[in-house]
């Protein structure tokens, strides 16, 4: 009999669950949770008594799966994601956390930097590690640790001993848009997220609302404000724009038919006219988002606007040459008045609450009062089951003094911006909470 097998049976249950055992919690089957003793812990799983229920959800979201229901694929992810936390033990998950996730990150970044994922992927052959080094000009020896981690966390395929292969992972890997992400959370980002515990501590543990006192210039040992750092940096300010260029590809956009109903409360009742502005992008980045909407609704009238800040904008090439680049830095007068709308995504997030309204404030004399909207597209935490990716995002955040914000936060944020929420759109079905808040003048 294991060891585990006989903890099971000494507790009278077997897998663990039913047993009263899950780590932290009572179970539903038993009134008084038994603590784990420290010879259980390394061996109990996180949460026995979810694991029946997983599985049966697992094996119909699968079936929804195979049968091509769009929704599926995301509920069987996050199923599967659930199963592996049920099952792992408190010192798999420890393991995970501590060890698996900070050396993973520096492997991915490292094969970034010296091309690996390129060579990996030039063809579907298996390459040997052998290969990979002369491709890449490193040391056999430490290419083939990487290679071991890489292959171990499911980053490369292993297709026999000391011989890989490229996966979808990686051949997205081999496009900047994708692969500056891991550089870019290293020079701009990371140290900030790792002080942010000392930070903390530091403030007596209050939330942080001044953006040049944050965990990221006690990381980076800087006093700069973070989109200072990124001005002065023209590495940082290419991978950031990139990044931002691919963050919510495949999310549902409230361009989209079923979220925003662009046609009725956009397009109708625009002033027609060859010189008037249907929509402004007001830090915009590089244009992603009004390509999109150029190619989602090629056929609306009106002028498309780009502004970003001087450093951003001439970046923002190759663009449909009916997208108009203005740079316009948003502390200062808008300079665009009267226009059907102005939008903001992912902008108002990383200003606290007083600098939002600096940027609102300059914005409202360029409104005209029952034709001008703003249209907000930002994340909508709700108050329960918050998606990991959007907590995440919150806490980069918290980071450089910002956040995410809730639907309370908002009304009472734009509220004293002297705007008014006509309707906050969720996309159906939406896993994450990006939102498109629509406003107008109040
Ligand atoms: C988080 S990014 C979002 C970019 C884009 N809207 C998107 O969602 O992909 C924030 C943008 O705000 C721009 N920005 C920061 N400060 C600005 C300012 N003072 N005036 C105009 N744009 C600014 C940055 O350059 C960056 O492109």
Redesign the pocket.
Known sequence: MTELAAIQSKNGHANGYASGHSNGTANSHSKEASPLTNDQIPISPSAPQDVPGLLSQIASHGDAFLGIDPDARLKLLEDARALVNALETPRESMIRYCWAQSTIYAAIETGVDIELFHKLSLSDKPKSAAELAEDTGCDPFMLSRLLKHLAAMDVIGEAGPDLYRRTGFTIALCSEKYSDGFPLMTRRFTAGIHALPAYLKKNGYRNPTNPTDTALQLGFNTDLHF?ET?KQDPVTAKQ??NH??I??LGRPSWMDVGFFPVQERLIEGSNTTNDNVLLI??????G??LSEFKRKWPDAPGRLIL???P??ACHAQGLDPTIEVMP????TPQPVKGARAYY????L??WPDDMCRK?LANLIPALRPGYSKVLI?ENVIPDKGAYWETTSLDLIMMTIGSGERTERHWYTLLESARLKIIKVWTAPAQKGEESLIECELA
């Open positions: 989109f990124v950031f724009n931002m260029s963050y919510s992008d007001m830090g915009g980045s590089i992603h988002d502004q970003d800040l450093t951003v316009h830095d948003f502390f903001m995504h992912s902008v997030h990383d940027i597209n």
